[in-house]
């Protein structure tokens, strides 16, 4: 029996328990996770190998062990650099390098990541959202990707409206989420939002970094009342957090308190008012007693600090290793690595809950919202595109009929290439911020298991094909009657095509800038060396038949030499009228540039393939690259 259909058989008790608490619409798994003698280590810092310390590798978990279990809500403590969130990124499986070490199970099972991702949460300390979608389309989208595929709309539905009820989110339905700071929710409300994402998911298990950090008593007590609705539903939670208010560390019921260097020097329930934790320090010799309402949290972390160890003469670690408290938690994590003997292990048919299809779909979904509720992007990039267009008409009246001098060739060919410059690196270089905040979504949705790269990447390339449409179809019509190109079918829908796949290929290489590289500045300067070279090489600057033999391999490369080549070509190709030199256009064409009517429909193919060759790097450099470290 697979764990769905174990869920499914445990849903429908649960369903028919008149009693049935919140957020239970969907059935779940409980599950417990234990760790022993778990130990993680990164190559040593350079910095320290130049101070003459010796070891390769730096250890920031020393053998720490510890079990979490269903309906137990857990707080992971200790001073900076004590590694609580490094413990909780080894648990998650978030870490993205370094050595681990020890072992991990799911109710008595061995973790395996691939599973483990599909019945756990992860609630990062930084509130990282689209920002141009409702609170709403936030959980209706994440539901859609995480939940199996069996569960119908309705129930979808259901379970979605009682998570916003849950995380007490249901008034800021149609509220759109925005971004940190500027606009959209407030820092609290975004912990929830952060929280409910995960919630509509159904996991067993639920890791939140810092869940109050950055908040007034008074936000954080909402925060806190909604981990706590969550943890009464029978879900196991465990929480870093940073020295928390007497009623914020009252809400936990176990802690796990390490030492500086990654060591556990407590292990175990807080009991009522932290009397179990207080009894258990004021019991070491020398430790000073907490003084009548005093924040048990601060007390701890004071006493335990390292200039009281030194004071003290004792190592913490130690004696919690030879307490009875070890013992027990030990005792504990033998019996919950034992899998209860009706129990299976987890399993999947499929790597992801959708399909293929299905996950591009919903990709596509939300950045259609995303695009349409962000006219800063969208309409202000049209409005630029038509007002490029009304200053070249004007710049350039009528010029298109005129064709019995050189120059007036030149002067045509030179409205195409200020068309070009202006308009492709203005694409270019407004998809990147859009593409780069989209991106930190991305990395986040990737790790639970939402979605794979490659339909996140199609959406992203797809939503740009009928705004780039748009926006070519206006600039082309506005341009082409007042420069008065020959009206042809033929001629106007050549230059529409043209148009419009240079406009593409500049937002895929603005798109593709930014997926090569690890900060949207480091992508705007490599896209500006590019965008010089690319005019350099473009053929109205210095024509193909001029360039150096050793420098022309370049236009062959270059998008912008086979713009030119198609716009002009498709235009004045086939002109027999003659020239001052006696020349006919297409004979002056064909020995000045280079350019041949013939070539045109491979020059059609060229230009695709350059959109087609930046959509492919930005797509494979999602997938590879990961330039969030942790």
Known sequence: MSFKSVALEKGSADRSNSSRKKGMVLPFLPLCMTYENLRYAVDMPKEMKAQGIPEDRLELLKGVSGAFRPGVLTALMGVSGAGKTTLMDVLAGRKTGGYIEGTITISGYPKKQETFARIAGYCEQFDIHSPNVTVYESLQYSAWLRLPREIDANTKKMFIDEIMELVELTPLRDAIVGLPGINGLSTEQRKRLTIAVELVANPSIIFMDEPTSGLDARAAAIV?????????????????????????????????????????????????????????????????????????????????????????????????????????????????????????????????????????????????????????????????????????????????????????????????????????????????PVVAIERTVFYREKAARMYSALPYAFAQMVIELPYTFIQAVSYGIIVYAMIGFEWTAAKFCWYLFFMYMTLLYYTFYGMMSVAVTPDPSIAAIASSVFY??????????????????????????????????????????????????????????????????????????????????????????IRQFNYQKR
């Open 224 to 432: 806190m009342r909604t981990v706590r609705n969550t943890v009464d539903t029978g879900r196991t939670v465990v929480c870093t957090i940073h020295q928390p208010s007497f009623d914020i560390f009252d809400s936990f019921d176990e802690l796990v308190l390490l030492k500086r260097g990654g060591e556990e020097i407590y292990v175990g329930p807080l009991g009522k008012n932290s009397s179990e934790l207080i009894d258990y320090f004021q019991a070491i010799p020398g430790v000073s007693k907490i003084k009548d309402g005093y924040n048990p949290a601060t007390w701890m972390l004071e006493v335990t600090s390292v200039a009281r160890e030194a004071a003290l003469g004792i190592d913490f670690a130690d004696f919690y290793q030879t307490s009875d408290l070890y013992w027990r938690n030990k005792a504990l994590i033998d019996e919950l690595s034992v899998p209860a003997p009706d129990s299976e292990e987890l399993h999947f048919a499929t790597r992801y809950s959708q399909s293929f299809y299905t996950q591009f779909l919903a990709c596509l979904w939300k950045q259609h919202w995303s695009y349409w509720r962000n006219p800063g992007y969208s309409v202000v990039r049209l409005f630029y595109s038509n007002a490029i267009a009304l200053m070249f008409g004007t710049i350039f009246w009528n010029l298109g009929t005129k064709r019995n001098k050189e120059q007036d060739l030149f002067n045509a060919m030179g409205s195409m290439y200020a068309a070009v410059l202006s308009l492709g690196v203005q694409n270019s270089s407004t998809i990147q």
């Open 532 to 621: 010089s070279i690319w005019n350099l090489f473009s053929g109205f600057v210095i024509p193909r038949t001029r360039i150096p033999i050793w420098w022309r391999w370049y236009y062959y490369i270059c998008p912008v030499s086979w713009t030119l080549y198609g716009l002009l070509t498709s235009q004045f190709g086939d002109i027999q009228e003659e020239l001052e030199s006696n020349e006919t256009v297409e004979q002056f064409l064909r020995s000045y540039f280079g350019y041949r009517r013939e070539f045109l429909g491979y020059v059609a193919l060229i230009i695709t393939g350059f959109a087609v060759l930046f959509a492919f790097i930005f797509a494979f450099s």
